[in-house]
């Protein structure tokens, strides 16, 4: 048990670089402890620093201070005359790259030294740090395949590249197979190669940001179809309850008026009925009286009596009688059942409309990939000039615009713009819509806003894409921009002098594309939510004579 103690104190106060007990024992920020010596030298010289028990790396060096606890540790452990031995986990496994200086059982390697081809560990390795010219050496990780340097046919270390025949080579091979062939250092080469390395990097991590890119926005379109499918369930919902309880409503008051009808015609005939009944009981008592009296004998009693009956009542009017046919409320019915008809026909109308729709058309369909997809929903788009600033001429049916120096003699109006030379379309854009913009000139922005766009001063709220009520392209002759509200990002593609535009209001998609002949390029595409109509807008602001025109489109 004593044993067991003291080879763990053996292991825990000794230096995992130099394998002895620690000497002036420093803790680094990872909790592990070295010699101050040993760390010191290990990291003299290393680009990283790091722990070479844990890996963990620091920046910047760490700043060393003697443990004192572990040097009176260690200091007691001397005491008992004992000497620490290499740890078991320093020994060299199967797995990993042993000391090519370690005699016996060798000690695991923790550099490889590119110049000398072997590899050390932390003992052997001190001479790497402390020898000048082995300073020079460069030194790597433990390396299994040193070997591979060496030319297997001359025994030679390959500092050569044959980029003839696309191999390492040594120097006597460029005296022998390889003579005559193009020839450059290793490192030479490898420079080159690193820099197609980092453009080969370039380009994957360019694509991984477009198809992020993309992925962000089919997620985008994923939260808009589903929100646009919730709002739509959850109107349907509420008309469909509104109607229901309308219908509820007229039936109610339906019902309440033929029970009132009913309740009027029932006292109306009963009040009859009563009247034609005391009628009856009157005549039956009159020919009571009439009967006693013709049984009379006595003809003088009978003459006498006969003036002093009283006269009849008038009879009840037979036209007071309205016997109505048992089907009294049947044009109550034959109404309802034509209203009911005429609510069918209007459902089974509207329901056509709604359902030829295939619910694709509310959603929004996929994007055209073609340019003659994009032409289907072609817009024509004329320019406003009650919008126009007094320094932009509007021509060709108003589907033209030109900068000029001087102010145009414009009439006032409180929908022109008064501080940026901008245009708006006089047609609302809703749905699906594509036009393209002919430019020629220093540059352009092509624009869509909301019609209530700030129209006077000179403040971000009026400009486009310097606010969140419009978005913009800058186009001139080197580069393109996306603006949105007063965010600036600089777009790539072909320059050109057509740009095309589609807009799916509903989808809440806007897109520009480069457009050189049939060829059309994706510059930028915008995934949000348009809560108004757009209008499209031009805005020239560079030079005199910078023009642009919204093209027909076949």
């Known amino acids: 048990m004593a044993q067991k103690g003291v080879q763990l104190a053996r292991e825990t106060l000794s230096c995992s670089i130099c394998l002895d007990l620690l000497k002036d024992p420093v803790t680094i920020p990872c909790g592990h402890s070295y010699c101050m010596n040993c760390i010191k030298h290990h990291w003299d010289g290393e680009l990283i620093l790091n722990c070479r028990q844990c890996r963990r790396n620091f920046t910047p060096r760490p700043i060393l201070l003697k443990n004192t606890m572990l040097a009176a540790l260690v200091e007691e452990l001397k005491k008992t005359g004992l000497q620490a031995a290499p740890a078991d986990h320093c020994y060299a496994g199967a797995e990993d790259v042993a000391c090519d200086v370690c005699t016996g059982r060798k000690l695991r390697a923790c550099k490889s030294c590119l110049v000398c081809l072997a590899s050390y560990c932390d003992k052997h390795l001190q001479g790497h740090y402390e020898v000048g010219p082995l300073k020079k050496h460069k030194l790597v990780e433990p390396s299994k395949k040193l070997q591979e340097n060496i030319c297997s046919r001359h025994d030679e ?43 080969s990097r370039q380009n994957i991590q360019q694509r991984i940001q477009d198809r992020e890119k993309e992925v962000k926005l089919l997620q985008q379109e994923v939260e808009a179809v589903n929100g646009s499918a919730d709002k739509a369930v959850e109107d349907s919902e509420k008309m469909f309850t509104e109607l229901i309880r309308l219908m509820e409503k007229r039936s109610s008051d339906v019902n309440q008026q033929v029970r009132s009808q009913q309740k009027r015609e029932v006292s109306r005939v009963k009040e009859l009925q009563e009247k034609l009944e005391q009628e009856i ?69 509207e329901w056509t409309n709604v359902s030829s729709t295939e619910v694709d058309a509310l959603l929004s369909a996929a994007e055209p990939t073609t340019r003659a997809g994009f032409l289907k929903y072609s817009q024509r788009i004329t320019l406003d000039p ?31 713009f008064t501080d940026y030379e901008q245009v708006l379309s006089r047609e609302s854009l809703t749905g699906r819509c594509y036009w393209e913009v002919e430019w020629r000139g220093e540059g352009v922005f092509v624009a869509v806003a909301y019609k209530n766009i700030i129209r006077a001063g000179r403040g971000t709220e009026c ?12 186009c001139n002759q080197n580069s393109y921009t996306f603006l949105y509200n007063n965010i600036h990002t600089p777009v790539s593609g072909p320059q050109s002098s057509r740009v095309g535009v589609y807009l799916d209001q509903r989808a809440g998609v806007l897109s520009f594309y480069s457009i050189i002949y049939e060829t059309k390029t994706l510059l930028h595409r915008v995934q949000t939510t348009f809560t108004q109509p757009l209008h499209a807008g031009l805005c020239l602001c560079y030079y005199n004579g910078d023009t642009a025109e919204f093209c027909k489109l076949k």
């Open 157 to 199: 270390v390959m500092k050569l590249f044959c980029r003839t025949d696309q191999q390492c080579i040594c120097l006597i091979c460029t005296m022998d197979e390889h003579k005559g062939h193009d020839t450059v250092s290793a490192a030479a080469e490898r420079t080159e190669r690193q820099r197609e390395l980092e453009g």
């Open 281 to 349: 009981s009157e005549l039956k008592r009159r020919d009571a009286e009439l009967k006693l009296l013709s049984h009379t004998e006595d003809h003088n009693q009978f003459l006498q009596s006969y003036p002093s009956l009283s006269a009849l009542s008038e009879p009840t009017h037979s036209s007071s009688i309205n016997i109505r046919p048992l089907s009294y409320f049947e044009d109550v019915t034959a109404a309802l059942s034509a209203v009911r008809d005429k609510l069918q026909d209007v459902l089974r109308e």
């Open 386 to 416: 009650n919008t126009a600033h007094t320094q932009l001429v509007l021509y060709e049916g108003s589907r033209k615009a030109t900068y000029m120096e001087k102010y145009q003699s414009y009439s006032s109006h409180p929908d022109r």
């Open 463 to 474: 400009k486009f894409g310097y606010n969140d009520k419009s978005w913009s392209l800058e």
